[in-house]
């Protein structure tokens, strides 16, 4: 059974820096694709980052694009997000998650994924 479990998260100001982590367990970490998406209240959930298995090549959504870094680290079987320069508007829960199947294109929409972890908490203040 694929396990992600997230942590990192909490009360930053504006301009401010966090690093997310998502440990993955169940099966080999690392020839799968991994994204972290964010939902904020009354709003649909949406990509945030990805990282391709068998390249690490990253895509970012337009809106973190030259802030947010993903990287993973198959030796410890996680995948991080570090977040530079946070806006309130970053506010959300945040997730990472992984397809079932090996995958040739990193997905970017929930639908492209299967296993999710709890999801952490990032609240910036103005």
């Known amino acids: 059974q694929v396990q992600l479990v997230e942590s990192g998260g909490g009360l930053v100001q504006a301009g401010g820096s966090l690093r997310l982590s998502c440990a993955a367990s169940?099966?080999?970490?690392?020839?799968?694709?991994m994204g972290w998406f964010r939902q904020a209240p009354a709003k649909e959930r949406e990509f945030v980052a990805g990282i391709k298995w068998s390249d690490s090549s990253t895509y970012y959504a337009r809106s973190v694009k030259g802030r947010f870094t993903i990287s993973r680290d198959n030796a410890k079987n996680t995948v991080y997000l570090q977040m530079n320069s946070l806006k309130p508007e970053d506010t959300a829960v945040y997730y990472c998650?992984?397809?079932?199947?090996?995958?040739?294109?990193?997905?970017?929409?929930?639908?492209?994924?299967?296993?999710w972890g709890q999801g952490t908490q990032v609240t910036v203040s103005s």
């Open positions: 998650a992984t397809p079932a199947y090996q995958r040739l294109r990193v997905g970017v929409t929930p639908q492209d994924y299967d296993y």
């Open positions: 169940g099966r080999t970490f690392s020839t799968y694709n």
